[in-house]
Every structure is written in structure tokens, then in C-alpha cells.
């Protein structure tokens, strides 16, 4: 048994009695309100789903359980997993086995390359890792043992097995993709000697540096979670809780971050300053900047890698991202512009007043820093993204089996039963101010309720004798 499933089977049994305790002994307890605006506003801040992998705070950015990102940067991305699963990061040995693991793992059947093959050469490489992942669903060990009569408490088991086996094919996939898209398939095969990220940057075949590498860890490891409620992660959860399998719940959860005010926002914001140098030229004044940003905020187009649902302030990961490549290739022209939009965005988003984050998010920086080392096919940053929110996904996915989260499930109500709810709220508003007008009326009762005082006044006070 690997060290990780062992470290696993030894906590779950506990976490599965820390949350039925909590469930029997709080189970009524009130944690949050919903308002009319959450409703319509894509359920922003509600809190209604639990994901211990980690939490994303306003001013501080992801926590990886307990731990600040910008104190993760320098582990690797199976550091991080470990992390994710067990709470605590691996000892040298630990992380020695689940590398091993993942390297016994890497072969992807052949036909799911050969479905990648088939896809016209225009589809955009988001489609054929998805699909790659999608097909190569067969190959779910969950899948098999479920029709064969798993046992719910032994579920995670063979999740966990169908998760290693996803992450250690996954970077191979998006190889492929990476090759079959752009460079028409030059030979290579996953690095044994390397670890997980550094073996990826070598199959893009893209720089031999080991600067390119490094970049690649960091990269992996500032991607790979952000709680639990955003589009890919949550998407990712839904389809699991019904106990579709890891391949397909991942490849759920990727379609979401296809999606350009997700995952996609990196692709974006790399286009956007590219557009934005062929039109005012390679080291804009910054009233060009500004110009331009204004202008595409007049034209109703979103500045792509600014603002956030969760954030308030500078993604920790952005300034990670940053950090390297200032100490790079700080005059790197492309560089250039995306530290001065870093200094010139967020006061424009202020002055237009409308977002509640004007700061850049992770998607701001990290285009700028692949296109420095010859990664300029921009259409494919999502997948790196993705291989790298794998890794979150499927902790969280394990870690729902292990504790047997139910199936998700809230309720949806129409625009109808909300005015229904409002109309009701406002009759018993309405009655209350007429009782409580009348109640005013009483001069004696005026001067307890200026003093404050009105919920200890009896209502009807006794006679005097
Ligand atoms: N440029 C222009 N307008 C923006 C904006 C931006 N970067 N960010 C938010 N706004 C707008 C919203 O569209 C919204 O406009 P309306 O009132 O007309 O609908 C208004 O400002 C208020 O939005 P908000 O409450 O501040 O932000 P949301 O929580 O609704 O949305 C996000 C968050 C990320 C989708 C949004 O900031 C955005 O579209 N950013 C650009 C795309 C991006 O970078 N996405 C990546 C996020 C990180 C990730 O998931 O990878």
C-alpha cells in the first residue's frame, strides 16, 4: 500500500467521526442568510458547500490548509496534493513514494491519443483535453467496482486510485495536445527522472532551461486549488456527489474553466495586451494605456486577469508570478506593459466604480511569463491551468468520498416565489409599522423608544391605582 493511501486510511475513520459529531451535536445551527441580491447574483458569498483542501480569503488569498500560497511557492506540486489530502506537508519519504506512485503510473491508452487525432486541427486545445479526459473514462476503476457492488465507506478507495491515475496521465494528455496542435507530433515520452511538473515542461519540449522548469513548478503549484465554490471546483463536486466517476467529474469541472471569466481569463489576458501593443505600440505612454483600457470598458468588454468574486485585494499568486519574471526579465517589453497595466488598471476600475476588486487576479501575469520562455501559442494556457486544477479537484473529490458527502443539491426557487416571499415580508412589515405607530402615538411610549428602551416596556402597562 502507498504511503499516501495508508496515511488516508489511518485519518479517515476520525474525520468521518469529527463530522458526524458536528452534525448531531450542531446539525440546527445557523451559519448563514440568503438575500434577494445572492439569489440573482450568482449566489456570491453564500456559504453552502464544506472543502478543507483550502480556503480563499479576501485580503489573503488561497490557504492551503492553514498554510498562505506565497509560503507554498518553492514546494513542489505533489508537495501540495499531499497537503491537500492529509493536512500536512510530506516528509522526504513520503514525497519519495507518492512521486514513485505517480511514475508507475503514467502510461494513457492508446486510443485516447488516437481521440485527440481525430478532432478537426481548429479545435481549440481546451476541447481536446476534455475530451481526452472524457475518453478515457473507461479506464475508471470506480466506475467498475461501483457496477460491481463497492461498498459506500470503501468508495474513495477507488477514487483515489482513478485520481492518481488521472494526474499521472494528465500531463502526457495535455502534451499531446500541445504537439498534435502546434508542432505535429514530435516523439517524447514522460521524463522518469524528473518529477511531476519538471517532466511536463520536458514533453512540451518547448526551452531546456531549468529556468523553464522552475517556472513550470511554480506555475503547478500556485494553480492547483482555491476552495471550493468556484466554476470549476464546484462543477467538479456537483457531478461527483452523483458519483460520476473522477474522469468524468474532472472533465466536468473543466468545462468550466473554459469559460472566460474563469480559467480562460489567462488566455484573455495575454491576448489583451497583445492587442493592446499592436494598437498603441511596444512601450506605450501611459495615458495609451489608459486610453485603451477605458476604451474597452466603454465598449462593455471586461479587462481580462482584474477583479475577482472572492478577492479584495492583489492575488498572492499574481505577485508570485510577478516576482519571477521581475527578476528575470523585468525589460522584457511584454513585461513591461503588464506591470504598468498592474500599476494603471486598478485605479481606472476604481474611477469607472463599478467592480468590487479592481486588483489583478492569478490570469493577469502568468500569459507574460510562458510567452518570455517561447509558450506563445496563448490558446493553450488553459490547459496548463488545467493540469495543474486537477490536482485541487481531485483532493476535494477524495476527500468527499472518504467522508461520504451526499449528493448535491439545493434548491432552485422561481422568480415568482421570490415576490411572494418579498410581498409576505412586506405585509408583516407593514402591519408591524402600523402597531407600531399606534404604539408610538402613547407620548410616554415615544420617550421609551427614543431611550431605547421599547422591547423592555410592557406592552400594556398595568393601570395605575
Ligand atoms: N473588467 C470590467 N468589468 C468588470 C471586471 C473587469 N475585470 N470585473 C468585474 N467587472 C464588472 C462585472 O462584469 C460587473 O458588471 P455588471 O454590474 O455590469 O454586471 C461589475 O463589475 C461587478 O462585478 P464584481 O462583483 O466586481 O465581480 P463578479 O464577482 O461578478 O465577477 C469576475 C468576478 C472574476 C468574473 C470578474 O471580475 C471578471 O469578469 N474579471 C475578468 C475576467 C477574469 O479575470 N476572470 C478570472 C478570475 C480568476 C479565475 O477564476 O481564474
Partial sequence: MSKLKETLAKQIPQLRQERKDIIDKWGEHVVGEVTVEQLFGGMRGIKSVVCDTSVVEPDDGVIIRGIPIAKLQDRLPEEILWLMLTGKL?????????????KNRTSVPAYVFKLIDELPDDTHPMTLLNTAI?????????????????????????VLEDSL??????????????????????????DQSSDWAGSFA????????????????LYMTLHADHEGGNVSAFTCQVAASALADPYYSVSAGLNGLAGPLHGLANQESLRFLLEMQREVGERPSDDAVRKYVWDLLNA??????????????TDPRF????????????????????????RLVPEILLEQGKVKSPYPNVDAGSGVILWHYGLKQFDYYTVLFSVSRA????????????????ILRPKSVSTAMVQTEINKSFATHVSESVNAASHLSDPQNQVWHQHGFVEERPSAAPAPH
Fill in 202 to 217: 520536458r514533453m512540451l519540449q518547448i526551452s531546456k532551461t531549468e529556468e523553464f522548469e522552475k517556472m513550470m513548478r
Fill in 90 to 102: 510530506p516528509s522526504a519519504d513520503e514525497l519519495k513514494d507518492l512521486q514513485t506512485d505517480l
Fill in 165 to 190: 491515475n488521472l494526474i499521472a496521465g494528465i500531463t502526457s494528455i495535455a502534451a499531446y495536445v500541445y504537439h498534435r496542435k502546434y508542432r505535429k507530433g514530435s516523439p517524447w515520452q514522460p
Fill in 134 to 158: 472524457l475518453g478515457m473514462q473507461r479506464e475508471s476503476k470506480f466506475a467498475k467496482a461501483y457496477m460491481e457492488g463497492l461498498s459506500k465507506t470503501d468508495h474513495w478507495q477507488a
Fill in 391 to 406: 490536482l485541487g479537484m481531485l483532493a476535494q473529490t477524495i476527500l468527499n468520498r472518504a467522508l461520504m458527502t451526499p
Fill in 300 to 313: 462593455k468588454r471586461v479587462i481580462p486577469g482584474y477583479g475577482h468574486a472572492v478577492l479584495r485585494s
Fill in 319 to 342: 505577485v508570485a508570478l510577478y516576482d519571477f519574471g521581475s527578476k528575470r526579465f523585468a525589460k522584457d517589453p511584454l513585461f513591461d506593459l503588464m506591470a504598468r497595466c498592474y
